[in-house]
Nanobody, 123 residues
Framework: QLQASGGGLVQTGGSLTLSCAASRRTFGSYARGWFRQAPGKEREFVGALMWGGHSTYYADSVKGRFTVTGDNAKNTMFLQMNNLKPEDTAVYYC??????????????????WGRGTLVTVSS
């Protein structure tokens, strides 16, 4: 239902864009978010987009460097990551939620999750 892609290996200071394509079943969700999980750490919120609107919300650790956008026609969400740091290394997941609660930073409030895509930032 959700497929994240675009991960890879990048040097510190580099950029990557992740994509999250959603199937028809997840069309029209209230919000979509990005989370990440580094080795040995818990999954953490990265950023979210109110689907069909323009509101976004970001974790402090990525604010100013990451941008979440969406293409409603393609039912796809993107995560543009700039000025990447080694601490951004993680498996990145996208998810959707139908719960009208903003900002949607709680992973437990998301209904559908995609398989993650690995981002590795070398120092």
């Amino acid at each position: 239902q959700l497929q994240a892609s675009g991960g890879g290996l990048v040097q510190t200071g580099g950029s990557l864009t992740l994509s999250c394509a959603a199937s028809r079943r997840t069309f029209g969700s209230y919000a979509r978010g990005w989370f990440r999980q580094a080795p040995g750490k818990e999954r953490e919120f990265v950023g979210a987009l109110m689907w069909g609107g323009h509101s976004t919300y970001y974790a402090d650790s990525v604010k100013g460097r990451f941008t979440v956008t969406g293409d409603n026609a393609k039912n796809t969400m993107f995560l543009q990551m700039n000025n990447l740091k080694p601490e951004d290394t993680a498996v990145y997941y996208c998810a959707t939620t139908d719960l009208y609660s903003w900002p949607p930073i709680d992973a437990g409030k998301y209904d559908y999750w995609g398989r993650g895509t690995l981002v590795t930032v070398s120092s």
